[in-house]
Structures are given as structure tokens and as C-alpha cells.
Antibody, heavy 123, light 113 residues
Framework: QVQLVQSGGGVVQPGGSLKLSCAAS????????MHWVRQAPGKGLEWVAF????????YYADSVKGRFTISRDNDKNTVYLQMNSLRVEDTAIYHC????????????????WGQGTLVTVSS | DVVMTQSPLSLPVTLGQPASISCRSS???????????LNWFQQRPGQSPRRLIY???NRDSGVSDRFSGSGSGTDFTLKISRVEAEDVGVYYC??????????FGPGTKVDIK
């Protein structure tokens, strides 16, 4: 069955860096795009970043552009989110979510989600 | 950016009664390929989001047939025919037609009266 297992969250000071990982199994990872979505405490869902199935293109929300980098390693079936220059307002639960080749490939299928990992930015 | 709005934001319902959530987009969600990329997600307390409905009206595998989606263009609706206790949570509509960014509605919190 499809699984997305996340790791890498924690507490970091403002201005610091953190790298999240999302390890996929149960499907052909290299055929599907991947997203990161976050949820601030008590708030709604916010799309953060998207990477194409082959890593050739990446897209970001304006709120993280220039600070966050999404990448993937199709040999390791893993997608990453490198977060630099972190701000207090980046505090959230971060989820990876799968797109789907058969959903057009780049329209946010969201058919599977990771368990979420908490990132807390605080001094 | 496409702005997604939902109403109501809070929906107390009686067990066994129907419930309806409205979602509106600031622009048409009809893509040039003819599809409308409007999804509905359910987030139960303490859990990750789960997709219920994709492309307006297609129910995901394993989702109860009490859930149905409808709509077109800029107006969409999620209906629960008979609310059960397990339906408590927050429901989000989300558009994947005009991006970036992909955008979610603010969420509708469903709980039991």
C-alpha cells in the first residue's frame, strides 16, 4: 500500500535551517509529482511547494520563495524540503502529499498524504 | 491567485441529518483540458487530510456514498446525506486548475449538536 513517511521536524531559532524528508513506498515514485503543504497551529491548509515527477521544475508559494527548496531523489524514493531563513510564522505542521500522473500530473491530486511533521520556529 | 471561499465556516449538525458545504472560487476552475480540478478533503481531529472527492464529483475509493460533490464553474457543494459521528472534522475545498499557487478554502468545521 502507498505510504509517505515523514521525518526531520523540530525546534529551530529564527533565521535557522531545517530539512524535512518524506520517504515514499507502494507506488512508482519517479512517475508522480510531490507537494508540501503546511498547517499553522489552529489554522487551515496552505500549499508550500511542488516538484515535478522528474525534478525538472519546482514551484513555490510566495511566502516561502527564495527561502525554501523542494527537491527529490528518485533513487531513494524521497522528497525533501530544505527550509532556510526560518521565521516564527513558518511554525506549522508540514505534510508531504502525492500528485498523480493520471490526474494530469500537476493539478494537486492529493490522493495520499504523509503523517505530518511539526516545525517550531522560536527563540 | 484564485481565492477559495467556503460557507458556513462552522456547521453543527444532528446525527442522521444532512449537511451541505458551499465552496466558491474567484475564477472559473474549468481548465483548458476540459477538466475542473476541484477537490474536497476531510481532516479529522489529529489526522492528516484525506481526499474525499476529486474533479468536483468523483468519490474516492473507500469513501462512504453518503458523501457527494457537485457544481461547476465557480460554485461547488459537498453534501453529506446523513451525518455520522465519524464525519466530525474540518472539510476543505481546493483548486488545482490555475496555479501556482494551489489554493485551499478556509475550511468548514463540522461537529455534532
Amino acid at each position: 500500500q502507498v505510504q509517505l513517511v515523514q521525518s526531520g521536524g523540530g525546534v529551530v531559532q529564527p533565521g535557522g535551517s531545517l530539512k524535512l524528508s518524506c520517504a515514499a513506498s507502494g507506488f512508482t515514485f519517479s512517475s508522480h509529482g510531490m507537494h508540501w503543504v503546511r498547517q499553522a497551529p489552529g489554522k487551515g491548509l496552505e500549499w508550500v511547494a511542488f516538484i515535478w515527477y522528474d525534478g525538472s521544475s519546482q514551484y513555490y508559494a510566495d511566502s516561502v520563495k527564495g527561502r525554501f527548496t523542494i527537491s527529490r531523489d528518485n533513487d531513494k524514493n524521497t522528497v525533501y524540503l530544505q527550509m532556510n531563513s526560518l521565521r516564527v510564522e513558518d511554525t506549522a505542521i508540514y505534510h508531504c502529499a502525492k500528485d498523480n500522473l493520471y490526474y494530469g500530473g500537476n493539478h494537486f491530486a492529493g490522493d495520499y498524504w504523509g503523517q505530518g511533521t511539526l516545525v517550531t520556529v522560536s527563540s | 491567485d484564485v481565492v477559495m471561499t467556503q460557507s458556513p465556516l462552522s456547521l453543527p449538525v444532528t446525527l442522521g441529518q444532512p449537511a451541505s458545504i458551499s465552496c466558491r472560487s474567484s475564477q472559473s476552475l474549468v481548465h483548458s483540458d476540459g477538466n475542473t480540478y476541484l477537490n474536497w478533503f476531510q481532516q479529522r481531529p489529529g489526522q492528516s487530510p484525506r481526499r474525499l472527492i476529486y474533479k468536483v464529483s468523483n468519490r474516492d475509493s473507500g469513501v462512504s456514498d453518503r458523501f457527494s460533490g457537485s457544481g461547476s464553474g465557480t460554485d461547488f457543494t459537498l453534501k453529506i446525506s446523513r451525518v455520522e459521528a465519524e464525519d466530525v472534522g474540518v472539510y476543505y475545498c481546493m483548486q488545482g486548475t490555475q496555479w501556482p499557487p494551489f489554493t485551499f478554502g478556509p475550511g468548514t468545521k463540522v461537529d455534532i449538536k
